[in-house]
């Protein structure tokens, strides 16, 4: 008996990791605040890149960067800058890397203010997910725009209106599956 063949979304059918990521991750909606700060530094460190370079080198960026831990990359002085410039393992451009640990402080100043990240980042949409036609292949929206200038007026770097949209379909903000893709209805 054949078994039926799973569509996906084309951008993922080429390379094995980014069949993973789509499979595994990609569009799925995160709520957790500290990994929705995760993807949006990575989504900084792709901007004129392939998402592909960013997604092999993600284990030695979290163990570059202290898993991620806003708190210990808050922390970050000179000296780790220059430590993270020497790291053949990640994207080293020190515009980004400084991007990072400021925006390890912004996160942190928003908790100390008793702010969620994760609530910040959905109440752009209410809470909710939003729904793309399964067809259109957008770079960024008028709410990519809107989210853009939010983070740029706390003071985040390397989110313009495309590396938020590229974002928020990542984090699941926005179901961008294809129509005929198998992980479209998934996400919902």
Known sequence: MNTPTR??????????LMREYHDREWGVPQR?????????????????????????????FRLAFDGFE???VARYGAADVERLMDNPGIIRARAKIEATIRGAQIYCEMQ???????????????????QGDGKSRLVSTPLSEQISK?????????????IVYAWMQA???????ADDCFRRPEVR
């Open 7 to 16: 569509h996906r979304c084309t951008w993922a059918s080429d390379d094995a």
């Open 70 to 72: 806003p708190a210990a």
């Open 150 to 162: 939010a983070l740029k007026a706390r003071g985040f770097k390397f989110v313009g209106p495309t």
């Open 112 to 130: 100390e203010k008793g702010e969620s990240f994760s609530d910040f980042c959905w109440s752009f949409t209410d809470g909710k997910a939003l």
């Open 171 to 177: 984090v699941g903000i926005v179901n961008d599956h």
């Open 32 to 60: 957790d605040s500290r990994m929705l700060w995760e993807m949006l530094m990575l989504e900084g460190f792709q901007a004129g890149l392939a998402w592909i370079t960013v997604l092999r080198k993600r284990d030695a």
